[in-house]
């Protein structure tokens, strides 16, 4: 009898600054972290446009200096976000490439050479980083590569999510499942747990992650038979490595202007060059407590040469270093959970290797010294890429015995045109880290007499001010029958599945009237590249 071949998945962690992919390899019974063209294991998530062709990863990364109005980073910033959004437009301003507003206030990136003119959603900058990395795994295992687990931040919202599987799906990927990236981490970190020695008890770990555009705080458990559970998550997803480079080139900025007296605040070429060097300076200053930024003719032909120390970098991002914690704090209570009671404490993500971020990590849980036995830049898809092959019925017996209970990240709630309720007010249907998949139903009664139909407006978020929260759709229920206010009763129900994304229905009890909305995408998919 002839031996199936069985399908590879791969698993992506596609990260602000770097993305990842990695794979199940049977015939070594382990994963492996798969390296690009370029010979690298992360590829940085960078796309640029020289007037002829399309680059993507390490070529884009290598001209953005010479050419940076056509070179996109951080495009993850913009997945699923509206253009109108405050943050986006905070971006936006520090960027050198150029967004605009498109259809449905979708942010657009433009790439200008000459007279032409070419615009991108960023589903489709991130489809072509995700396509890259697929080539690589193809070029690498040989075969044909569709079925994908893609990581998202534990804090993406279900537009970002679903803006990440349109990614996936324009990059020609099958997208079998979205997972947190804390939780990817921890399915590294317990299976190298779990091969290497036996569960004695059921742990609660911990999982601090920081990479170069978001922050994520997840609280887990692993089960002694290998059941990982969710507890809680918190973080930002605003908050991590670049947000240090900018606090640094803000004040080499300073120094140059004060010293040389010009402005080079409005040089983009010269922003560029200084972002990078202050990048490269950052990493110098986790293993050294000084080091020297040189620039030539950073602006109007003037050399740029300073000093910078480990103190001073500290100083200028103590702000953030000092939110983290609080983020680390806010997660341990919102799943009940005292730091004592905290087995592990698992940092990941680049901006992890920052000493200041270890020591107070270390200083707040009281001396605990930290687990860094996953590789910070790698654990994410690799975990990813065990949770493909556990998808498929790939892998050995510990992949395969992999249970994973995921939770929701913010609470998800409504405001229904029923008496008494405030202008504003959101009744919370799913409150924030409910485990999921899950499905939860509630009832209203109509508000007029003769009432026909119903406005349901879906919301995200932890106030109880719905113009506090994020908007994420409304519909309408029609066919309500004719009856004195009060008297018709509607049932809503909201379902989210393993990727965390949210279908709501509701139905009119007394005629089973019925309309539904998926939290949809926020642009319509095209395939032009
Ligand atoms: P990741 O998304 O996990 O690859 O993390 C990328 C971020 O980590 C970028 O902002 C890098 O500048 C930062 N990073 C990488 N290595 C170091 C290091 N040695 N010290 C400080 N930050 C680092």
């Known amino acids: 009898m002839s031996k199936r071949v069985r399908e590879t998945g791969i698993g992506i962690d596609l990260g602000t600054t770097y993305s990842c992919v990695a794979a199940w390899f049977d015939q070594h019974n382990r994963v492996e972290i798969i390296p690009n063209q370029q010979g690298n294991k992360t590829t940085p998530s960078c796309v640029a446009w020289d007037g002829t062709n399309i680059l993507i990863g390490e070529p884009a990364m290598n001209q953005i200096s010479r050419n940076s109005k056509n070179t996109v980073f951080d495009v993850k910033r913009l997945m699923g976000s509206r253009f109108d959004d405050s943050r986006v437009q905070e971006d936006i301003k520090s960027w050198p490439f150029e967004v605009n507003e498109g259809c449905g206030k979708k942010p657009m990136v ?16 991130s489809s072509m980083i995700l396509k890259n990395l697929k080539d690589a795994a193809k070029a690498y295992l040989g075969t044909t590569v569709t079925n994908a687990v893609i990581t998202v931040p534990a804090y993406f919202i279900d537009q970002q999510r679903q803006a990440t599987k349109d990614a996936g799906k324009l990059a020609g990927l099958n997208v079998m499942r979205l997972v947190s990236e804390p939780t990817s981490a921890a399915i ?41 559970s969710v507890i809680a998550v918190g973080g930002d997803t605003h908050l991590g490595g670049e947000d240090f480079d900018k606090a640094m080139v803000n004040y080499c ?102 000493p200041k971020v270890q020591q107070m990590l270390t200083e707040f849980f009281d001396g605990k010294p930290l687990c860094r036995s996953i590789n910070a830049d790698e654990a994410v898809a690799y975990g990813a890429a065990v949770l493909a092959a556990n998808l498929l019925s790939n892998g050995n017996e510990k992949v395969q015995d992999l249970v994973l209970l995921d939770v929701t990240p913010l609470s998800l709630g409504i405001w229904v045109e029923v008496k008494d ?83 709501v229905s509701a139905e009119v009890k007394s005629n089973g009237s019925k309309n539904c909305i998926k939290i949809d995408k926020t642009g319509t998919l095209s395939n032009r590249w």
């Open 110 to 125: 433009v790439f200008r050479h000459d007279s032409q003119e070419k615009k991108f959603s960023p589903e489709e900058i």
């Open 188 to 228: 590294a970190y317990g299976l190298d747990k779990s091969t290497n020695m036996n569960f004695p008890k059921e742990k609660t770990f911990l999982i601090f992650d920081m990479g170069g555009g978001t922050f994520d705080v997840s609280l887990l458990n692993i089960s002694k038979s290998g059941v990982i």
């Open 253 to 354: 900025v300073q120094v140059f202007n004060k010293k040389e007296k010009k402005d080079v605040s409005k040089n983009a070429r010269a922003l560029m060059r200084l972002k990078l060097a202050c990048e490269k300076a950052k990493r110098d200053l986790s293993s050294t407590t000084h080091t020297t930024i040189d620039i030539d003719f950073l602006h109007e032909g003037i050399d740029f040469s300073m000093t910078f120390s480990r103190a001073k970098f500290e100083e200028l991002n103590a702000n953030f270093f000092n939110i983290c914690i609080k983020h680390v704090e806010n997660c341990l209570s919102d799943g009940n959970v005292h730091k004592k009671d905290v087995d592990d404490v698992v940092i990941v993500g680049g901006s992890t290797r920052i």
């Open 421 to 503: 309720t405030h202008e504003d007010d959101m009744s919370v249907v799913i409150p924030r880290n409910t485990p999921i998949p899950t499905t939860r139903e509630r009832n209203y009664n109509t508000r007029y007499d003769n009432q026909e139909t119903m406005v349901i407006k879906v919301f995200q978020g932890e106030s109880g001010k719905t113009k506090e929260n994020i908007f994420l759709n409304s519909f309408r229920l029609y066919g309500i029958p004719a009856a004195p206010a009060r008297e018709q009763k509607i049932n809503v129900c909201f379902n989210i599945d393993a990727n965390g994304i949210l279908i």
